[in-house]
Protein backbone atom coordinates (compact mmCIF):
# COMPACT_ATOMS: atom_id res chain seq x y z
CA UNK A 1 0.00 0.00 0.00
CA UNK A 2 0.99 3.83 0.28
CA UNK A 3 0.28 6.82 2.29
CA UNK A 4 0.68 10.09 0.41
CA UNK A 5 0.41 13.41 2.38
CA UNK A 6 0.30 17.17 1.56
CA UNK A 7 -0.38 19.83 2.72
CA UNK A 8 -4.42 21.02 1.83
CA UNK A 9 -3.74 25.04 0.96
CA UNK A 10 -1.18 27.42 0.91
CA UNK A 11 -1.16 30.51 0.21
CA UNK A 12 1.39 32.85 -1.25
CA UNK A 13 1.94 36.60 -2.73
CA UNK A 14 2.52 37.19 -6.53
CA UNK A 15 6.32 37.41 -6.95
CA UNK A 16 7.21 35.67 -3.61
CA UNK A 17 8.64 31.66 -3.55
CA UNK A 18 6.36 28.40 -2.06
CA UNK A 19 7.69 25.00 -0.97
CA UNK A 20 4.96 22.31 -1.28
CA UNK A 21 5.90 19.29 0.90
CA UNK A 22 5.01 15.94 0.34
CA UNK A 23 5.32 12.53 2.56
CA UNK A 24 5.55 9.32 1.58
CA UNK A 25 4.98 5.31 2.52
CA UNK A 26 5.26 2.80 -0.52
CA UNK A 27 5.64 -0.68 -0.50
CA UNK A 28 7.91 -0.22 -3.69
CA UNK A 29 9.07 3.17 -4.69
CA UNK A 30 9.91 3.51 -8.79
CA UNK A 31 10.20 7.36 -9.06
CA UNK A 32 7.96 10.86 -7.90
CA UNK A 33 6.26 13.66 -9.78
CA UNK A 34 5.37 16.60 -9.35
CA UNK A 35 1.71 17.44 -11.59
CA UNK A 36 -0.12 20.76 -11.82
CA UNK A 37 -3.68 20.79 -12.43
CA UNK A 38 -5.92 24.11 -12.66
CA UNK A 39 -9.70 24.03 -11.59
CA UNK A 40 -11.82 22.37 -14.09
CA UNK A 41 -9.21 20.62 -16.30
CA UNK A 42 -6.79 17.64 -16.31
CA UNK A 43 -3.51 17.31 -14.36
CA UNK A 44 -0.33 18.36 -16.28
CA UNK A 45 3.23 17.12 -15.72
CA UNK A 46 5.34 19.27 -13.86
CA UNK A 47 8.96 17.55 -12.85
CA UNK A 48 10.30 13.90 -11.90
CA UNK A 49 12.88 12.68 -9.32
CA UNK A 50 14.05 9.10 -8.92
CA UNK A 51 17.41 9.56 -7.18
CA UNK A 52 17.90 12.22 -4.83
CA UNK A 53 18.65 15.72 -5.17
CA UNK A 54 17.07 18.36 -6.66
CA UNK A 55 16.02 18.79 -9.96
CA UNK A 56 15.40 22.16 -11.50
CA UNK A 57 13.20 23.38 -14.51
CA UNK A 58 12.92 27.44 -14.80
CA UNK A 59 11.01 28.52 -11.72
CA UNK A 60 10.29 24.85 -10.76
CA UNK A 61 12.22 22.84 -8.61
CA UNK A 62 11.92 19.77 -7.29
CA UNK A 63 13.74 17.98 -4.73
CA UNK A 64 14.01 14.02 -3.63
CA UNK A 65 14.82 12.05 -0.46
CA UNK A 66 14.23 8.60 -0.67
CA UNK A 67 15.54 7.78 2.53
CA UNK A 68 13.70 9.85 4.53
CA UNK A 69 10.25 9.47 1.92
CA UNK A 70 10.55 13.37 1.06
CA UNK A 71 9.86 15.41 -1.47
CA UNK A 72 9.44 18.96 -1.57
CA UNK A 73 8.14 21.49 -5.08
CA UNK A 74 9.63 24.99 -5.17
CA UNK A 75 7.49 27.46 -6.80
CA UNK A 76 9.42 30.20 -7.83
CA UNK A 77 8.71 34.00 -8.37
CA UNK A 78 5.07 33.06 -8.15
CA UNK A 79 2.70 34.05 -10.97
CA UNK A 80 -1.42 34.49 -10.71
CA UNK A 81 -1.15 31.44 -13.24
CA UNK A 82 0.39 29.46 -10.65
CA UNK A 83 -2.85 29.12 -8.73
CA UNK A 84 -3.69 25.76 -8.86
CA UNK A 85 -3.42 22.18 -7.26
CA UNK A 86 -0.24 20.76 -7.30
CA UNK A 87 -0.05 16.84 -6.68
CA UNK A 88 2.81 14.76 -5.67
CA UNK A 89 2.32 10.82 -7.29
CA UNK A 90 4.71 8.07 -6.39
CA UNK A 91 5.70 5.21 -9.24
CA UNK A 92 4.64 2.54 -6.55
CA UNK A 93 4.96 -1.33 -8.29
CA UNK A 94 4.12 0.58 -11.59
CA UNK A 95 0.95 1.80 -10.58
CA UNK A 96 0.99 5.83 -10.45
CA UNK A 97 -0.72 6.80 -6.62
CA UNK A 98 -1.68 10.20 -5.79
CA UNK A 99 -2.12 12.47 -3.04
CA UNK A 100 -5.12 14.69 -2.51
CA UNK A 101 -3.28 17.47 -3.93
CA UNK A 102 -2.17 21.03 -2.33
CA UNK A 103 -4.27 24.29 -3.96
CA UNK A 104 -2.05 27.03 -4.11
CA UNK A 105 -3.81 30.79 -4.02
CA UNK A 106 -1.70 33.66 -5.35
CA UNK A 107 -2.30 36.50 -3.77
CA UNK A 108 -1.58 40.33 -6.16
CA UNK B 1 -3.79 16.70 -32.42
CA UNK B 2 -1.93 14.17 -30.60
CA UNK B 3 -3.35 13.22 -27.39
CA UNK B 4 -6.30 11.05 -25.25
CA UNK B 5 -9.65 11.85 -25.58
CA UNK B 6 -12.12 10.85 -23.64
CA UNK B 7 -16.06 10.88 -23.96
CA UNK B 8 -18.55 12.26 -23.00
CA UNK B 9 -17.29 15.15 -21.49
CA UNK B 10 -20.42 14.86 -18.76
CA UNK B 11 -23.35 12.40 -18.30
CA UNK B 12 -25.91 12.64 -15.67
CA UNK B 13 -27.59 8.99 -15.36
CA UNK B 14 -30.08 7.73 -13.33
CA UNK B 15 -29.02 4.92 -10.93
CA UNK B 16 -28.90 1.16 -11.78
CA UNK B 17 -28.17 1.95 -15.39
CA UNK B 18 -24.97 0.67 -17.28
CA UNK B 19 -22.75 3.16 -18.78
CA UNK B 20 -19.46 3.23 -20.43
CA UNK B 21 -17.00 5.39 -20.42
CA UNK B 22 -14.68 5.86 -23.48
CA UNK B 23 -10.73 6.40 -23.76
CA UNK B 24 -8.20 6.91 -27.06
CA UNK B 25 -5.07 7.76 -27.14
CA UNK B 26 -3.30 8.14 -30.31
CA UNK B 27 0.27 8.41 -28.69
CA UNK B 28 1.17 4.45 -29.07
CA UNK B 29 1.15 4.58 -24.79
CA UNK B 30 1.40 1.16 -23.64
CA UNK B 31 0.15 1.87 -20.48
CA UNK B 32 -3.19 3.10 -19.51
CA UNK B 33 -5.19 4.05 -16.30
CA UNK B 34 -8.34 5.33 -15.21
CA UNK B 35 -8.79 7.38 -11.75
CA UNK B 36 -11.57 8.53 -10.26
CA UNK B 37 -11.19 11.92 -8.45
CA UNK B 38 -13.10 13.29 -5.76
CA UNK B 39 -12.88 16.79 -3.41
CA UNK B 40 -10.15 16.59 -0.37
CA UNK B 41 -9.57 12.65 -1.74
CA UNK B 42 -7.52 13.33 -4.79
CA UNK B 43 -6.49 11.07 -7.45
CA UNK B 44 -7.75 7.38 -7.00
CA UNK B 45 -6.59 4.74 -9.32
CA UNK B 46 -9.63 2.42 -10.52
CA UNK B 47 -8.15 0.14 -12.73
CA UNK B 48 -4.94 -0.27 -15.14
CA UNK B 49 -3.63 -1.56 -17.82
CA UNK B 50 0.32 -2.17 -18.81
CA UNK B 51 -0.41 -3.70 -22.34
CA UNK B 52 -3.26 -4.33 -24.73
CA UNK B 53 -4.28 -7.62 -23.24
CA UNK B 54 -3.54 -7.27 -19.51
CA UNK B 55 -5.65 -4.91 -16.74
CA UNK B 56 -5.38 -5.11 -13.07
CA UNK B 57 -6.78 -3.65 -10.29
CA UNK B 58 -6.26 -0.56 -8.47
CA UNK B 59 -7.21 1.15 -5.55
CA UNK B 60 -11.31 1.47 -5.68
CA UNK B 61 -11.68 -1.17 -8.67
CA UNK B 62 -15.16 -2.04 -6.65
CA UNK B 63 -17.89 -1.79 -9.25
CA UNK B 64 -16.15 -0.99 -11.82
CA UNK B 65 -14.99 -3.11 -15.25
CA UNK B 66 -12.11 -2.40 -17.70
CA UNK B 67 -10.64 -3.98 -21.12
CA UNK B 68 -8.06 -3.46 -23.47
CA UNK B 69 -8.38 -5.26 -26.90
CA UNK B 70 -6.02 -2.57 -28.38
CA UNK B 71 -3.21 -0.25 -27.69
CA UNK B 72 -5.62 2.86 -28.28
CA UNK B 73 -8.42 1.91 -26.67
CA UNK B 74 -9.57 1.46 -22.55
CA UNK B 75 -13.30 1.67 -21.60
CA UNK B 76 -14.61 1.52 -18.28
CA UNK B 77 -17.87 0.48 -17.79
CA UNK B 78 -19.74 1.10 -14.49
CA UNK B 79 -22.45 -1.76 -14.65
CA UNK B 80 -25.22 -0.79 -12.39
CA UNK B 81 -24.24 2.74 -11.14
CA UNK B 82 -24.68 3.87 -7.46
CA UNK B 83 -24.85 7.76 -6.22
CA UNK B 84 -21.77 7.08 -4.89
CA UNK B 85 -20.03 6.71 -7.92
CA UNK B 86 -20.88 10.51 -8.80
CA UNK B 87 -16.90 11.88 -9.77
CA UNK B 88 -14.90 13.36 -12.18
CA UNK B 89 -12.85 10.42 -14.29
CA UNK B 90 -9.80 10.57 -15.75
CA UNK B 91 -8.49 8.52 -17.90
CA UNK B 92 -4.32 8.66 -18.34
CA UNK B 93 -1.36 6.92 -20.44
CA UNK B 94 2.08 6.47 -20.10
CA UNK B 95 4.83 5.25 -22.39
CA UNK B 96 5.60 2.43 -20.38
CA UNK B 97 4.36 1.36 -16.41
CA UNK B 98 8.05 1.82 -15.93
CA UNK B 99 10.22 5.05 -14.05
CA UNK B 100 11.07 8.13 -16.19
CA UNK B 101 7.14 8.04 -18.16
CA UNK B 102 5.02 10.95 -17.49
CA UNK B 103 1.89 10.04 -17.35
CA UNK B 104 -0.88 12.40 -19.57
CA UNK B 105 -4.52 12.74 -18.50
CA UNK B 106 -7.74 13.04 -20.95
CA UNK B 107 -9.78 16.01 -20.17
CA UNK B 108 -11.80 14.50 -17.96
CA UNK B 109 -15.55 13.08 -17.62
CA UNK B 110 -18.04 14.15 -15.26
CA UNK B 111 -20.31 11.56 -13.98
CA UNK B 112 -23.38 12.24 -11.71
CA UNK B 113 -25.11 9.56 -10.73
CA UNK B 114 -28.60 10.19 -9.29
Known amino acids: GQNIDQPTEMTATEGAIVQINCTYQ??????LFWYQQHAGEAPTFLSY????GLEEKGRFSSFLSRSKGYSYLLLKELQMKDSASYLCAVNNDYKLSFGAGTTVTVRA | IAGITQAPTSQILAAGRRMTLRCTQDMRHNAMYWYRQDLGLGLRLIHYSNTAGTTGKGEVPDGYSVSRANTDDFPLTLASAVPSQTSVYFCASSASQEVNTEAFFGQGTRLTVV
Open chain 1, 49 to 52: NVLD
Open chain 1, 26 to 31: TSGFNG
